[in-house]
Antibody, heavy 119, light 107 residues
Framework: QVQLQESGPGLVKPSQTLSLTCSVS??????????WTWLRRPAGKGLEWIGH???????NYSPSLGSRVAISVDTSKNQFSLDLRSVTAADTAVYFC???????????WGPGTSVTVSS | SYELTQPPSVSVFPGQTASITCSGD??????VCWYKQKPGQSPVLVMY???KRPSGIPERLSGSNSGNTATLTISGIQATDEAEYYC??????????FGGGTQLTVL
């Protein structure tokens, strides 16, 4: 059974870097057929795709987040990570990791982790 | 950038049929997925490939996609169907795009 679990600080100061980790169990992150994906849902707003890593480390990111975001995969710990730089209050959200495990869609999700950007 | 548009809310009585639309330029040329999210929970995939139901999703849910509009239809509405529903598609700019979400309210 594939399971994902997000972790990271619940509070980040403005202008700093938000760093989250998604621990993976039940499948190896070395499997290139999956999109190791980060998404978020800001309070009062809808779901937003942040980006993903797939294959041998190819990444795609949301154009709206531009160069502030980086997603990486750590094969030694079987996890993947999100770094979001220069955060503002607008980055306050519940962050989710997800993969396309069995279907051509995000069919496995972590429970989510809430992150607040505030001084 | 590619955009998907959903109505903010849909309200139906129990037992009736709800249709949630998702509009985008030439959306019928793309595969659309639908997710259901309840407060405090992770989203759940309820439809993929326009009209395919994942295991465990009841037959009351169906999907279609043609032209510029995809539709998620839920028949025999139950109280447990009340949730936020999101459509999703792959934009040609190598990015996934979500609609703004539709709050389904069971009256």
């Amino acid at each position: 059974q594939v399971q994902l679990q997000e972790s990271g600080p619940g509070l980040v100061k403005p202008s700093q870097t938000l760093s989250l980790t998604c621990s993976v169990s039940g499948v190896s992150v070395t499997r290139g057929s999956f999109y190791w994906t980060w998404l978020r849902r800001p309070a009062g707003k809808g779901l937003e795709w942040i980006g993903h890593s797939y294959g041998s480390g190819t990444t795609n990111y949301s154009p709206s987040l531009g160069s502030r975001v980086a997603i990486s995969v750590d094969t030694s710990k079987n996890q993947f990570s999100l770094d979001l730089r220069s955060v503002t209050a607008a980055d306050t959200a519940v962050y989710f990791c997800a993969i396309n495990w069995a279907l051509d869609a995000f069919d496995v999700w972590g429970p989510g982790t809430s992150v607040t950007v505030s001084s | 950038s590619y955009e998907l548009t959903q109505p903010p809310s849909v309200s139906v009585f129990p037992g009736q049929t709800a249709s949630i639309t998702c509009s985008g330029d030439k959306l019928g040329d793309k595969y659309v997925c639908w997710y259901k999210q309840k407060p405090g929970q992770s989203p759940v995939l309820v439809m993929y490939g326009d009209s395919k139901r994942p295991s465990g999703i009841p037959e009351r849910l169906s999907g279609s996609n043609s032209g510029n509009t995809a539709t998620l239809t839920i028949s025999g509405i139950q109280a447990t169907d009340e949730a936020e529903y999101y459509c999703q598609a792959w934009a040609s700019s190598a990015a996934w795009v979500f609609g703004g979400g539709t709050q389904l309210t069971v009256l």
